[in-house]
T-cell receptor, first 113, second 114 residues
Framework: GQQVMQIPQYQHVQEGEDFTTYCNSS?????IQWYKQRPGGHPVFLIQ?????EVKKQKRLTFQFGEAKKNSSLHITATQTTDVGTYFC?????????????FGTGTQLKVEL | EPEVTQTPSHQVTQMGQEVILRCVPI?????FYWYRQILGQKVEFLVS????????KSEIFDDQFSVERPDGSNFTLKIRSTKLEDSAMYFC????????????FGPGTRLTVT
């Protein structure tokens, strides 16, 4: 079945440093979504990418979808303590009618002052 | 802002007992989902539901699991005979359209099977 991997698994940064997490799917995706989960919380939708090669920005966050629609990345510029949490990519496959999200393994971000 | 709600927030049950987890999706949404997350691991898809029937389910969603939309607002997940390995956080989600629309997650129910 479809598998979605993310690297790194953990990342510790000093506040103000940049952060990037990479997401790779074993199969081509219809779209990819990114979610943030704070410790003890639930996944919160950040953004969705649909088109091949798409780049979207939200303030300090930049999201990219690969040309082959099998990989994606999230880059945070100048991290802040509020960025702490686990970032998951979640892909929707091109087949299947149920719209299931296949979540990546997640990257846990810790930001130190 | 509308949100998905789930009850209870924490359920403790003994192995072999039946549990029902409840969710109230966002009112105008049409697609409903259950996911689970074992502590420290990734979120796993269980089932999706549309137009009063299951549209997709994972290998995890075996005969011990069932879902129901008993009325116009609730969406439930039943586990008939719980096992220790069913201990996890269960998230309900909903979306107002299908494939290309974001899913809104509820706060989750932490199920502990002893």
């Amino acid at each position: 079945g479809q598998q979605v991997m993310q690297i790194p698994q953990y990342q510790h940064v000093q506040e103000g440093e940049d952060f990037t997490t990479y997401c790779n799917s074993s199969t081509t995706l219809s779209n990819i979504q990114w979610y943030k989960q704070r410790p003890g919380g639930h996944p919160v939708f950040l953004i969705q990418l649909v088109k091949s090669g798409e780049v979207k920005k939200q303030k300090r966050l930049t999201f990219q979808f690969g040309e082959a629609k099998k990989n994606s990345s999230l880059h945070i510029t100048a991290t802040q303590t509020t960025d702490v949490g686990t970032y998951f990519c979640a892909g929707v496959g091109v087949t299947g009618g149920g719209n299931k999200l296949t979540f990546g393994t997640g990257t846990q971000l810790k930001v130190e002052l | 802002e509308p949100e998905v709600t789930q009850t209870p927030s924490h359920q403790v049950t003994q192995m072999g007992q039946e549990v029902i987890l409840r969710c109230v999706p966002i009112s105008n949404h049409l697609y409903f989902y259950w996911y689970r997350q074992i502590l420290g691991q990734k979120v796993e898809f269980l089932v999706s539901f549309y137009n009063n029937e299951i549209s997709e389910k994972s290998e995890i969603f075996d005969d011990q699991f069932s879902v129901e939309r008993p009325d116009g607002s609730n969406f439930t997940l039943k586990i008939r005979s719980t096992k220790l390995e069913d201990s996890a956080m269960y998230f309900c989600a909903s979306s107002d359209q299908g494939r290309d629309y974001e899913q809104y997650f509820g706060p989750g129910t932490r199920l502990t099977v002893t």
